[in-house]
């Protein structure tokens, strides 16, 4: 089969352009709900450029606000000369979609057993010649692009004006979670420019599938502290009578 090469092509430019689009083809541009931008790891890189340009460019209006999950520019971009060892030492290939799944949470890429068995299948894909599950995504055909998408993270993510919050895996000891933090990050939480989250002991890279329940009880007392519903109703108000 022949490989598309715009497959592949992921620029932190392209992957932001279409997250604007598919919202605005999901939810339209004349009287969008509230939004909030979630992002996991890379996800959270790409909604800090998402509302960075949708804010700036007035791509997307009824953007409220950002929560980054478990990503930090500084020990993201440590972490990528790892990255290809890592890559090249997972098995290539499963017999049953059972062993995907066991693979995932063993290894500790998930520690949820019942999040891996929702968010794992689709990570890979059936070969029928060789009767095997495979990985869908070839991560490292994306290398060329890895340092683009976190390099300016942390400064973007304090300027964007918004509300913020940052949510990391880790247990809730001042030094431990604070050694996360690069600099901007660590001057921003003093100057109380975002809300920092830490989710507690037993919770890996994959927070939001480690403890679902957790991260759905901050993304709640999020949305009510920053009143986004009543904000936008107002806006909505303000709007309708600069119009008449």
């Not at 979670?177 to 420019?193: A, E, N, S």
Request: overall charge positive; charged content about 25%; some cysteine.
């Amino acid at each position: 089969m022949k490989e598309d090469k715009e497959e592949y092509n992921w620029t932190k430019d392209i992957l932001v352009d279409d997250i604007i689009a598919v919202v605005n083809k999901k939810f339209g541009t004349d009287s969008p709900p509230p939004m909030l931008l979630v992002g996991h790891s890379l996800g959270g890189a790409l909604a800090i450029h998402c509302a960075n340009k949708a804010i700036s460019q007035k791509l997307l209006p009824s953007l409220q606000g950002i929560v980054v999950i478990d990503v930090v520019e500084g020990t993201a971009l440590d972490s990528l000369q790892h990255m290809p060892l890592i890559i090249d030492g997972r098995p290539k290939q499963f017999t049953h979609l059972w062993e995907c799944i066991h693979y995932c949470v063993s290894s500790g890429m998930i520690r949820n057993h019942l999040s891996a068995r929702l968010s794992v299948p689709p990570m890979f894909r059936w070969d029928e010649q060789l009767r095997v599950f495979k990985w869908r995504t070839d991560i490292m055909k994306s290398k060329p692009f890895w340092e683009d998408w976190f390099v300016g993270m942390s400064d973007l993510f304090l300027t964007i004006p918004c509300a913020k919050l940052l949510m990391l895996a880790g247990p809730l000891f001042l030094c431990v979670y604070t050694d996360r933090l690069d600099k901007p990050l660590m001057i921003g939480q003093m100057q109380g420019k975002y809300e920092l989250a830490v989710m507690g002991l037993g919770v890996g890279h994959a927070v939001h599938e480690d403890t679902p329940h957790k991260v759905a009880e901050k993304l709640s007392t999020f949305i009510v502290r920053n009143k986004f519903e009543k904000m936008w109703e107002l806006n909505k108000k303000l709007k309708l009578k600069t119009k008449t």
